[in-house]
């Protein structure tokens, strides 16, 4: 069984991967106009390490201090930016106060809308 904590993970793991994976496929001058997706692959690429224990670790404040802050403060015109902003507040929010306190900033502004 999946703690909360491992079901956001698998969430944003969730909706990245399709998407690097489809923009993978795109020709050269298409991933020049829209952009490719380096920033997603950049997210996610720690996540497995993550997902493995169901309460938070020094993984997990890593992963919040640089890659979900790299992705969170970046172009708000990502394709998730929203729903992965909303989950980074999400997991913030679970975390036992003495974690929390080794973040190296608050998180993200909720969203208004993270379908």
């Known amino acids: 069984m999946l703690s909360e904590k491992q079901r956001i993970y698998l969430d944003i793991l969730s909706r ?6 489809n923009v993978e496929t795109w020709n050269v001058f298409r991933r020049v106009r829209f ?8 997210l996610v690429h720690n996540l497995p390490r993550c997902m493995l224990e169901p309460d938070f ?5 890593w992963w919040l201090n640089v890659q979900a802050r790299s992705y969170c403060e970046g172009s708000t015109e990502r ?5 992965v902003a909303k ?4 997991l913030i929010v679970l975390m036992p106060a003495a974690s ?3 973040l190296e900033w608050s ?9």
Request: charge should be negative; aromatic fraction near 4%; glycine fraction near 12%.
């Open 16 to 21: 990245i991967l399709p998407y690097v994976r």
């Open 35 to 42: 952009g490719g997706a380096l920033p997603e692959a950049e």
């Open 57 to 61: 670790g020094r993984e997990d404040i």
């Open 79 to 83: 394709p998730f930016h929203a729903a």
């Open 87 to 90: 989950a980074v507040c999400d």
């Open 100 to 102: 929390r306190e080794q």
């Open 107 to 115: 998180g993200p502004q909720p969203p208004e809308d993270a379908g």
